[in-house]
């Protein structure tokens, strides 16, 4: 099996380590016999995303933003089919807002969103920094996943309209600091505002995506099984040490 991640603006969004993303996803197929060919996109290289079979769109300033939306509106029929499809999509940050509707900076400008989520971010002088932790519900039996740990640095305030939050926050500020929901999910997109990077401490998760990704593609819902316990160690201390 052979699975094709896309890696959007490698060049343009990749703060606070996201980069480690792409790497946890790529090891933890190759420890399992999976072929993983990264398929790096920037501004105005070609790409079909009913072709890929995850699309990781990492966190960017606000400037990078605004010299996306350009580039990311011309792409948006060719996204939607793919996600409607079932393509699994994890958005971190800037990567989220570009998602949802409009991201407005502080002189009250609105730079356009890709509308395929229904949020909103509006531009904050209070900036949310910090460790957090969050309960989510995704998958079932004794591998489902219950909680994500990560690092949250974000200044714009992100407000969900019709679409469903990623995780309740346990510990954190979240999508706003103020109504305790953390991320957004549609479909097999997930987006958030952990960082850290999210994957490596949230082996679960990755296992998540890998699997909603294999399943689309070749109609295979389980992955063979790895030893976590360091992984899962890294979660777990960062999970007591926030909630105790």
């Known amino acids: 099996m052979r699975l094709r991640i896309c890696h959007l603006y490698p060049d343009l969004m990749d703060l606070?380590?996201?980069?480690?993303?792409?790497?946890?996803?790529?090891?933890?197929?190759?420890?399992?016999?999976?072929?993983?060919?990264?398929?790096?996109?920037s501004l105005g290289q070609k790409i079909d995303f009913r072709e890929m079979d995850l699309v990781f769109f990492g966190g960017g300033s606000d400037r990078e933003q605004g010299l996306l939306f350009d580039d990311l509106s011309g792409r948006r029929e060719n996204l939607v089919k793919a996600i409607e499809d079932g393509l699994v999509v994890l958005a971190i940050c800037g990567g989220l807002q570009l998602l949802g509707r409009y991201y407005q900076i502080p002189d009250g400008t609105k730079i356009?969103?890709?509308?395929?989520?229904?949020?909103?971010?509006?531009?904050?002088n209070?900036?949310?920094?910090?460790?957090?932790?969050?309960?989510?519900?995704?998958?079932?039996?004794p591998n489902s996943l219950n909680t994500l740990v990560g690092f949250e640095n974000h200044s714009g305030q992100t407000h969900l309209g019709q679409v469903k939050p990623l995780g309740k926050v346990m510990r954190g500020h979240g999508n706003n600091g103020q109504d305790g929901w953390?991320?957004?999910?549609?479909?097999?997109?997930?987006?958030?505002?952990?960082?850290?990077?999210?994957?490596?401490?949230?082996?679960i998760f990755t296992d998540h995506l890998l699997k909603l990704a294999l399943q689309r593609?070749?109609?295979?819902?389980?992955?063979?099984?790895?030893?976590?316990?360091?992984?899962l160690?890294?979660?777990n201390y960062m999970l007591n040490r926030l909630t105790r």
């Open 16 to 41: 606070y380590g996201d980069r480690g993303n792409i790497i946890t996803l790529v090891k933890r197929c190759n420890w399992r016999g999976i072929e993983v060919e990264i398929v790096p996109i």
């Open 182 to 203: 953390e991320g957004a999910m549609y479909r097999n997109v997930f987006g958030t505002y952990l960082h850290g990077p999210l994957l490596p401490k949230n082996p």
């Open 112 to 124: 356009p969103g890709l509308e395929i989520l229904d949020l909103w971010t509006i531009a904050s």
């Open 233 to 235: 160690a890294a979660h």
């Open 217 to 231: 593609r070749f109609g295979v819902a389980s992955l063979g099984l790895l030893d976590d316990s360091l992984e």
């Open 126 to 141: 209070k900036r949310l920094i910090g460790n957090v932790c969050l309960e989510v519900n995704l998958g079932e039996g």
